[in-house]
């Protein structure tokens, strides 16, 4: 009863915080047992707590190499914390729900949409049996044909593990591998199979949902929303003109691109403007990338996926509506107008608040480890922007953490994932209706 009580007096963002609050303790502790790694010690609470947060939080910085220090146990809870938390715990539990037929409430509904960042809770649970289908359906064709290509390097039992285990961290926007040395994909930089499968599961789970499922009706309305217009142009623009600066400034780089005939380069170039978008798999060497790709890699690490997706970031579409509100200002226009659509002023205040408090979360967590840790603050700032977006690159900064780099680069990872106008509502004060307004000010600008 006090638990019911607990949850009814408790609001959406502040139960989304602690379910993934939860969530990690538990994979701290079953990361903690002897059995989940290979040395048959129990692994240290911070550096369990660390994984267990880049896991849930669909990030893949890691402190330990995934593939030889962890058992087939402890990968396989990494796997199912990658699961989880890409999915959200309220989609599993809605999940759980519908199997055993339970009625979903009004309040699990508002959970619900809060999590999917819906503007209303209409349709909210049809959307999510939506969600588990794609997910399945995805991540089962992604693994099949990972696990066909594999089975050429290694036995069938093992590629299919393999398989199943990177169709999950992928399509979630997790960057964990089982390939040991920390070497990423980088042995697959020539193959166009693993390229493209894991590209389209990375693309496909950082579109969004909505994104998903509005495509899929698309035969039917013949017509698509302004969200999904948006995410999908952005999308595919930053991934050509992330592949194009990458190919310029890392064309002669003899430790990544110069190296590789020109098939490798051009593959190489999509898959790392892929990644930084919340994935965190790379071909290529991130520590040997040119300064300016490794800076051009962290904006594309802080504009990240789109919303209701598995990844992070501001979002592609806060980061559509910041460009359209300066283009606008620029030519002298009042509306922003995207698509023929007008955005209201509602929407363009909460890009700019999610931008900046971003913005300050990520600078702040740069300065505080540029006085712990013994590093260039480019490979720091590189580090809390891939904590933030929840991707999973690092220039090799993330096993050299101090304990306290390590605490702060959760704790980053947990505000990544919650997003930070969520986490601050859910650490704040409710919100109450406004009983006067203020007279209006001026203030002189620019």
């Not at 939080?57 to 962890?70: A, E, H, I, M, Q």
């Not at 796997?79 to 009625?103: D, E, S, Y």
Request: overall charge positive; proline content about 3%; hydrophobic content about 50%.
């Amino acid at each position: 009863m006090t638990s019911k009580l607990l949850w009814l007096r408790l609001s959406p963002p502040q139960i989304l915080a602690l379910g993934f609050g939860g969530i990690i303790i538990i994979g701290t502790m079953l990361l903690m047992l002897p059995l989940a790694n290979t040395t048959g010690e129990s692994m240290s609470f911070i550096d369990a707590l660390f994984t267990a947060t880049s896991a849930t939080c669909v990030t893949g910085l890691v402190v330990v190499d995934t593939g030889t220090y962890f058992s087939p146990f402890g990968q396989v809870v990494i796997m199912l914390l990658i699961q989880v938390g890409g999915l959200g715990f309220m989609t599993m539990a809605t999940l759980f729900a519908l199997v055993f037929k339970r009625r979903i409430s009004l309040k699990d509904r508002l959970v619900l949409q809060e999590a999917m960042n819906q503007s209303s809770m209409e349709g909210i649970v049809r959307l999510i049996r939506r969600v588990l289908l794609y997910s399945l359906v995805i991540e089962t064709c992604g693994a099949l044909l990972l696990t066909f290509r594999w089975a050429f390097d290694m036995p069938f039992g093992q590629a299919l593990y393999y398989g199943i285990f990177h169709a999950v961290t992928m399509f979630n926007n997790a960057g964990f591998d089982l390939f040991g040395g920390f070497r990423s994909l980088t042995g697959y930089v020539y193959d166009p199979l693993v390229n493209f499968v894991v590209m389209f599961l990375i693309v496909s789970g950082g579109i969004g949902f909505i994104v998903m499922a509005d495509l899929v009706d698309y035969r039917k309305t013949r017509k698509l929303s302004l969200h999904t217009k948006v995410v999908l142009s952005m999308t595919g623009a930053l991934i050509l003109i992330g592949a194009a600066v990458i190919f310029i400034f890392e064309f002669t780089n003899p430790k990544t691109l110069g190296s590789l005939n020109w098939g490798g380069k051009i593959l190489g170039s999509f898959f790392q403007s892929v990644t930084p978008r919340t994935a965190g798999a790379n071909t290529l060497d991130i520590g040997g990338l040119r300064q300016a790709t490794q800076f051009f890699i962290v904006i594309l690490m802080f504009i990240g996926a789109s919303p209701g997706s598995t990844g992070g970031g501001i979002k592609t579409t806060t980061f559509t509506m910041m460009i359209a509100a300066v283009i606008a200002m620029m030519r002298g226009k009042d509306d922003i107008v995207l698509f023929r659509y007008r955005l209201v002023q509602e929407r363009i205040l909460k890009a700019l608040t999610i931008t900046l408090l971003a913005l300050l979360l990520v600078i702040t967590v740069a300065m505080i480890l540029s006085t712990t840790e013994n590093a260039s603050f480019l490979s720091i700032l590189f580090e809390a922007t891939s904590a933030f977006g929840t991707v999973g690159l690092s220039m090799g900064l993330t096993p050299q953490l101090s304990l306290f780099g390590k605490l702060l680069i959760s704790i980053t990872m947990f505000a990544g994932r919650l997003g930070p106008l969520t986490l601050a509502y859910a650490l704040g004060p409710k919100k109450g209706k406004e009983l006067y307004r203020h007279p209006e000010g001026k203030m002189i600008i620019g």
